[in-house]
């Protein structure tokens, strides 16, 4: 199974789906925020029939420039996204920035996607530590990330360049 990452600009906008993405800023250099989702449980359920398609989506401060991991078709209310290093976003940090978004959507076919659950936190209270924890969501449910800082020119980031060539392969 191949791994993906959307981006887009708002949850009624066409995705553009690009192979092992991780946001960057231009220059690797700087500090960033990296985040990792490998499942949740007992998640609200969206759906009437069927099982719901989830996804999340990640943000900093609400930013509309939002990075989402791939859904997973059928994943129901126990959703795994896995631990793979390659479905890592990566989001730069910037020193007037207040707080990481993750939310977990319904991928619809017929309409707008449907709201699961909301994850904030303050980036004041993220550190440095890999391990992954779980955390509430705001509609019930819970979210096992992994969620922490990371500086310098590590290889796990691509540039916006090599992003922009990507999509073209």
Known sequence: ASSFIRLF???????????YLR??????????????VECAESIRNTQSFGSQDPYVSVSIDG??????????L???????WGDDLKKR????????????FIRLWH????????SIGCL?????TIGTDEAPTWHELDTGGKIKCAIYR???GEDDVITETERRQSTWD
């Open 9 to 19: 600009t708002s949850p009624f906008d066409s995705r553009l789906d690009l192979p």
């Open 23 to 36: 946001i960057s800023m231009a220059e690797s250099e700087g500090e960033r925020l990296v985040v990792v």
């Open 63 to 72: 930013d509309q420039n939002a990075a989402a991991m791939d859904t997973v």
């Open 74 to 80: 059928g994943g129901g209310t126990e959703p795994v």
């Open 89 to 100: 976003v990566c989001l730069p940090l910037e020193g007037r920035q207040k707080a990481l």
């Open 107 to 114: 991928k619809s076919t017929f309409r707008a996607d449907d």
């Open 120 to 124: 904030t936190l303050d980036l004041e």
């Open 150 to 152: 990371k500086t310098g």
